[in-house]
């Protein structure tokens, strides 16, 4: 198949909706009478497309195709899945995704069972035909990703995690096993034994983790075998309102790892069905195996799996995937029943559904990506009246309200690197009347902004992923040009940030690490005094400690009383209190470290122990291919570093510090 054949497969991402059937006793609500799926309307749009709408909500959802629950695996395979067989004996990259809210189907899409066959199981079949036919041959590796973002090998589970190279173009796993497969049983038995290695943990649905099949096509002759291409199947993990959650403090952290990775995964689909120009795919981990089976002549299925009963999250699911493969325009225009305002609050939400960790990668996010939102915004006015994006966005991971507005979509539009982040008033205010700039994005790098859906979105209840740690925030405003501002209603906690202006803290002129830590820590123990107030805390300017200062003052009595009564509120112990700060601070340093690394000269970065030449020059290969490689220390792995050395790397820095006292 040459890549015009391949073209008449389809888009480059195509996505498919699946209605899940009743199964079990949930099959026959009363005796004798089988049970339909009552909620979903599917609609033919025009030849290529079809809406799905949901009763009681307004909004339809484009996709290309929507097969009911009487339509089984074998004919979504014949039409969806087979073609991308074909092209893989050509040397095409394909990945086929299941995805939607928990117990829609995705792994009986992917896996099925001995009755009804899945996607993954029909398409070895066909593998193994057509190998033998052409003298090829067929390996399979199996792989989970869990909310650690950590890679692991589910045929050999007793391996260290799974490291993804990447050679000339092509991505490398070291530490994934690879086995032959001549038949559909031993392919069956293989898949068993991976599904027993995730559920024996148990991962998928519990602590929730993604499912990876890897089908590499190898090409025989006497002496070489060479790879020909490969195909991934996905069964991701469940995606779940962290909303709901809110007892297990520990679980809400996993759920909103793992739906972040979804995201992750969902803007890359976006980015490929938008031709923008940086595909992110350093974001997550599975992003990064799937890399080169997502990118070039490679083609994606998305199969968004529909819960049978009533579900919200099944619905926030399908609008992801609508508007990821770029339908988002068809939307709103089908969505008559809604005013333009909000058509631009869905747009907008769907596009700051990209934003980045930090706060000035979400200013810089939001000039960069708004190709989209020029496209889709009516006018001016409407993308203002639906400004306020993370509105009632406070949940007990983070404790943090915030609003962003946009304000000007046209200026917006420059591309990311024609605009420096302070230009043209593009500040993050906070209510001290402080403006951000780059000594505090030092500190604040650690906040995590996932946008929510506003609570009034009839169709869209989406949930929000928020993660400020440990810094707690209210009021950040990003007020791109006209000045206008919001300011956000009651937070959790009030408090006033210390922002130490450092015009000179530029990737070039940046100070060693040391210091850089020791300004955060200090930022860090200001904040932690200022966030532990009830009441907004006005510190006066000479009790600000200046960058580059030896000492952070010790907190007052008077300050000591005040953490104390709060934490009496709290009713947290003060071993709990400190354990809790201690953590965040520790999060905040390692957050530091990374942004060093994504932002240092060689020769800064050598500065560090543990990097030398060879290390630092790897560092700045990372960064050529993606601006922002190193997102945790476990990217560390990817310059040849263990997670003991890593371990001793950071003791080491942070040991420094205490040494300069
Ligand atoms: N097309 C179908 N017809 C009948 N039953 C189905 C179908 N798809 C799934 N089921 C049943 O629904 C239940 C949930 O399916 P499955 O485990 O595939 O969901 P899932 O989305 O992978 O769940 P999770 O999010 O927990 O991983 C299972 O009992 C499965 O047998």
Known sequence: MDSKQLDRVGPKVRVVSRIRGFSGPEANSQPGTARTVDWISVNRENSDDVSISFRDHTSRYLVDYCYKEDEDSEMIYSREVKPLVSAAFEGHNSTVIAHGARGSGKTHIIQGSAESPGLAVLAIAEFLSVAEKNGKSITVSFYEVDHQDRAMDLLNPEKPPILVLEDRGRIQFKGLTQIPVKSVTEFQNLYST??????????KGVHGSHMGLIVHVFSQNESTRSIVSKMNFVDLTGYEDSRKKSSDGSRLIEINKMNKSIYALLNICHALSTNESRIPYRESKLTRILQDSLRGT?????????????????????????????????????????????????????????IPKSVSGTAKKLHGSSKLLEKNVVSKKSAMKGRKLFDKASHSVAKVEKEISVTDISQASKPLTDIPLCET??????????????????????????PTLENGDSSLNASSEVEFNPLEVKDILVDVEDGQKEHNTPCVSNCSIIVQKDHSSSPISSPPISSQLRDLSNSLK??????????????????????????????????????????????????????????????????????????????????????GEKRATSILEFREESPEPFKTLDDLKDIGLSTKQIKEMMKNEIGELFNEL
């Open 194 to 203: 991976a599904c027993f290695t995730l559920k024996g943990a148990p991962k």
């Open 298 to 354: 490679s083609k994606i299925l998305l199969v968004s799996c529909l819960n049978p009963s009533f579900c919200q999250d099944t619905i926030y699911m399908v609008s992801l995937a609508s508007r990821s493969c770029h339908r988002i325009h068809h939307q709103t225009s089908l969505d008559s029943t809604k005013k333009n305002v909000s058509s631009a609050k869905q747009m907008v939400n769907s596009h700051m559904k990209q």
């Open 425 to 450: 008033g593009n500040h993050v205010v906070f209510n001290s009347g402080m403006e951000m700039d780059d000594s505090f994005a030092k500190a604040s790098q650690n906040m995590k902004l996932y």
């Open 526 to 611: 200001l904040t932690m005094l200022c966030s532990s107030t009830s009441s907004y805390m006005q510190i006066s300017e000479k009790e600000l400690i200046p960058v580059g200062s030896v000492e952070p003052k010790t907190p007052t009595i008077a300050q000591n009383r005040s953490i104390n009564r709060l934490d009496e509120m709290n009713g947290k112990s003060p071993w709990e209190t400190f354990n809790m700060r201690g953590s965040g601070m520790k999060n905040s340093i390692v957050q530091e470290y990374l942004r060093f690394l994504n932002t240092a000269e060689k020769s800064e970065l050598k500065r560090l122990k543990g990097i």
